[in-house]
């Protein structure tokens, strides 16, 4: 059974003719094995997964900056 997915810190690529993007990623299984894949996106998930990260990415900062005002950084 599957525990998680990681994304693997090497280039996404992007085919034009087959209009899909292509993330390097490790399944992690709950037994302790892994196994490296790859997640495959149409221009519609990569849009989508752009904005939420995006999203992500401002709410970590917003968080980070009331951490350090709170301890007077």
Do not use: N
Not at 17 to 31: K, M, N, Q
């Amino acid at each position: 059974m599957i525990s998680h997915v990681t994304i693997d810190r090497r280039d996404a690529t992007y085919d034009h003719h087959a209009e899909r993007a292509v993330l390097p990623v490790t399944v992690h299984y709950r037994d302790g094995r892994t196994e490296r894949t790859r997640l495959v996106m149409d221009p519609g998930q990569v849009e989508l997964y752009r904005l939420q990260l995006g999203r992500m990415i401002r709410t970590r900062a917003e968080a980070r900056k009331r951490d350090r005002e709170a301890v007077g950084m």
